[in-house]
Nanobody, 121 residues
């Protein structure tokens, strides 16, 4: 499966952004979808994941209550709605896909190219 993320940009603290990740090349609904983020010098950090039918969702504690992951299987797209953004949310955000539910980078075989989110204070 190929993944293409978009929607990043520059936003002030307290603002919102919505990231999108479009999939192709495989049956989208067979994959667990996740978002990770990475800042320079740090490992890629789990943000959120959503099950195949959207019935199970998990968030990192750092984004719980502010971010919402969703998916549209008909459009082969997963979203990350980010509200109440903080400067510490600044990172490159990656979407990822795999057949199994996991929260670690090593467990995902398919990755998008990343989209930069910058939150100014």
């Amino acid at each position: 499966v190929q993944l293409q993320a978009c929607g990043g940009g520059l936003v002030q603290a307290g603002g919102s952004l919505r990231l999108s990740c479009a999939a192709s090349g495989a049956i989208f609904s067979t994959y667990i979808m996740a978002w990770f983020r990475q800042t320079p010098g740090k490992e890629r950090e789990f943000v959120a994941l959503i099950s195949r039918n959207g019935g199970s969702i998990y968030y990192a504690d750092s984004v719980k209550g502010r971010f919402t992951i969703s998916r549209d299987n008909a459009r082969y797209t997963v979203y990350l709605q980010m509200n109440s953004l903080k400067p510490e949310d600044t990172a490159v955000y990656y979407c990822a896909a795999d057949e199994y539910r996991a929260t670690t980078e090593q467990d995902y075989n398919y990755w998008g190219q990343g989209t930069l989110v910058t939150v100014s204070s």
